[in-house]
């Protein structure tokens, strides 16, 4: 069974930069195919950055240029380094492998 446990969430100000990480436990053999997804309150919740199985990696258009996914395969653990980062990117961050999902980290920026 996989398990996964996000963090680095955080208040920033506006421009600022913030650091997730995902480290995974369990039945995974490879970081390929996890990703990040984010809710905002009252929206749904949606795609920001995922690591395709074939290693390449997709990005929002809405974070393109100021994120960057990444990971560590020896240590199961994906990153997410958010840089530039707007008021519109305030959401709970969640981490994803297939039908697997974290708890959730709280990232906050202030105007």
């Known amino acids: 069974q996989v398990q996964l446990v996000e963090s680095g969430g955080g208040l920033v100000q506006a421009g600022g930069s913030l650091r997730l990480s995902c480290a995974a436990s369990g039945n995974i053999f490879s970081i390929n195919g996890m990703g990040w997804y984010r809710q905002a309150p009252g929206k749904q919740r949606e795609l920001v950055a995922h690591i395709t199985r074939y290693c390449s990696s997709y990005y929002a258009n809405a974070v393109k240029g100021r994120f960057t996914i990444s990971g560590d395969n020896a240590k199961k653990t994906v990153y997410l380094q958010m840089n530039s980062l707007k008021p519109e990117d305030t959401a709970v961050y969640y981490c994803?492998?297939?039908?697997?999902w974290g708890q959730g980290t709280q990232v906050t920026v202030s105007s």
């Open positions: 994803n492998k297939d039908t697997r």
